[in-house]
């Protein structure tokens, strides 16, 4: 008969697992997938709207085709969901968020600042070059919907946004507890906070690029870039750390695109070439890119959602002498 002293237990080790889907199902491989699709998606969506206005013959079809787009991002939600699975349902709600946005969003404005006869603003740097096309400028005029939807979700009770929660405990923001049994749709979450987190960023540096505010050559700009690299770094190295992979997209999303404006600020102060923008010089180069982002999107889609909590039911190894 053992006697407590006798008894040895053990942490649980996990079950040995092959395939490279289970080894993207750990940090940091989980935080660097995420980030990396919608870091590399950030230039992607300039590459799209570039082709679809200037690379295609005719622009007859512009605004059929942004449709098009858009219309597929609204099936893609759709999808996502009545998925049932977190994962799966997460990936579609960003390219929900990502489709919609390209098509119907920023379209929009192009169409609005087409019809309204705004011209682009040029560059008083490089002679000849585009600063901020003209649909940037009237996409400014949304900072009212900007201002009224962040009212909502700065206040709303169910939010389990971070950065929400933060003010929301710290300037006494709090409208009541969230709600019990409140069941979250990941999809529709995640292709919102796409959407959301994207516009924000555009209406930041927009308003930073303005002369009349500060311009992209003033002292306070070349702050906020070194501000906005330390903050960028804080977000990477806590997104190593994640072991689900949902949350690891999710807050991969704001990490990489708060990264990408820092790519942003230094490409409007010509410190590289933005072969982004050129994707007919750069056929090869983004066909690479496009390639990679959807070998890297199928096997996000196939990671175990939450690999730490499998190896935690597993039950202790309990030995005795």
Not at 47 to 55: F, G, L, W
Not at 197 to 205: A, E, G, K, R
Request: aromatic share 14%; with cysteine; charged share 15%.
């Amino acid at each position: 008969m053992s006697t407590p002293a006798d008894t040895v237990t053990t942490t649980p080790e996990p079950q040995q697992r092959s395939g490279l889907k289970n080894l993207l199902a750990r940090p940091p491989w989980i935080g660097l997938l995420a980030f990396g699709i919608v870091f590399v998606v950030q230039a992607l969506g300039h590459t799209v709207m570039i082709v679809m206005e200037d690379v295609w013959p005719g622009p007859g079809y512009v605004y059929q085709s942004a449709f098009a787009m858009g219309a597929v991002g609204a099936v893609l939600l759709f999808l996502g969901m009545r998925n049932p699975r977190e994962v799966a349902a997460t990936w579609y709600g960003f390219w929900a968020g990502t489709l919609l946005w390209t098509g119907w969003i920023e379209f929009s404005f192009v169409w609005s600042a087409n019809f309204l006869g705004v011209p682009d603003l040029m560059d008083p740097q490089v002679a000849g070059a585009i600063a901020t096309k003209a649909e940037y400028l009237v996409m400014m005029s949304s900072i009212g919907v900007m201002g009224a939807t962040l009212a909502y979700f700065l206040l709303n009770k169910e939010t389990k946004c971070n950065f929400f929660l933060w003010f929301q405990r710290n300037l006494g923001l709090k409208t009541g507890r969230p709600s019990s049994g409140h069941e979250r749709n990941f999809a529709a979450i995640t292709a919102l906070e796409t959407i959301y987190v994207i516009w924000f960023f555009y209406l930041l540096l927009l308003f930073i690029y303005d002369e009349n505010i500060l311009g992209d050559r003033h002292p306070v700009t070349y702050g906020l870039f070194f501000l906005n690299v330390v903050w960028a770094v804080y977000l990477f190295q806590r997104l190593m750390k994640f072991w689900k992979v949902t949350t690891a997209i999710r807050y991969g999303i704001p990490t990489a695109i708060v990264t990408w404006n820092a790519v942003e600020l230094a490409g409007r102060w010509h410190l590289f070439t933005e072969f982004w923008e050129h994707p007919q010089d750069f056929a090869l180069e983004m066909g690479l890119l496009t390639a990679g982002v959807i070998v890297a999107a199928l096997l996000a889609a196939r990671t175990p959602a939450h690999h730490k909590a499998a190896i935690s039911r597993q039950a202790p190894v309990t030995a005795s002498r």
